[in-house]
């Protein structure tokens, strides 16, 4: 992802090393930030991981798809 600011006529520089192609650009008025239980909440979940308390990728999708099936 990159983030541009363009003048509405020249080609930005950050768009320049891109491969021809069809492209999606979408007006961003104010990166969004975290709220602030927001940001405890992902300290705390990394936190876990880091205690070996996480869920591994082939559980956590085994339980998604349980859960869709049901």
């Known amino acids: 992802m990159a ?3 363009w003048n ?13 192609g069809r492209y ?3 007006a961003l008025d104010e990166s969004g930030s975290l709220t602030p239980e927001e940001e405890d909440g992902l300290i705390q979940a990394l936190d ?18 349980k859960r869709i099936a049901t």
């Open 8 to 20: 509405g006529s020249d080609l930005p520089d950050a768009l320049r090393p891109l491969p021809a």
């Open 48 to 65: 876990s991981l880091r205690a070996g308390r996480g869920i591994d990728h082939d559980d956590v999708r085994a339980r998604v798809l």
């Open 3 to 5: 983030i541009i600011n």
């Open 24 to 26: 999606t650009v979408e």
